[in-house]
């Protein structure tokens, strides 16, 4: 059975860092885009970033680009969020989550039904 589990949120002031990682069990996600979202109280899931299976391949939400970096590593089916810079806005509970098909390119991911718990980031102005 397919687990994500993040890890790694917590309280930081405005201006800090946080690095998130997700642990992906159950089947390797070496071949998949794998991705970060967050949700917001009362509000949809959103996109934050995500990276193609090979790692060749970002693309970031606007509101984090140039603060969050998204990495993977493949042979621990990892994925991690580097969070810099943070605003009282990134405040949130933070998910990944994984393509539910191989060797896609970005135009094409469709994300699975494989939610884990999350992580909340809360950042204090």
């Known amino acids: 059975q397919v687990q994500l589990v993040e890890s790694g949120g917590g309280l930081v002031q405005a201006g800090g860092s946080l690095r998130l990682s997700c642990a992906a069990s159950?089947?390797?996600?070496?071949?998949?885009?794998m991705g970060w979202f967050r949700q917001f109280p009362g509000k949809e899931r959103e996109f934050v970033a995500d990276?193609?299976?090979?790692?060749?391949?970002?693309y970031y939400a606007d509101s984090v680009k140039g603060r969050f970096t998204i990495s993977r590593d493949n042979a621990k089916n990892t994925v991690f969020l580097q969070m810099n810079n943070l605003k009282p806005e990134d405040t949130a509970v933070y998910y990944c989550?994984?393509?539910?098909?191989?060797?896609?390119?970005?135009?094409?991911?469709?994300?699975?039904?494989?939610w884990g718990q999350g992580t909340q980031v809360t950042v204090s102005s």
């Open positions: 990276m193609s299976w090979s790692g060749g391949s970002t």
């Open positions: 989550n994984v393509d539910s098909g191989p060797f896609r390119r970005h135009s094409d991911y469709q994300w699975s039904n494989y």
């Open positions: 159950g089947r390797s996600f070496s071949r998949y885009a």
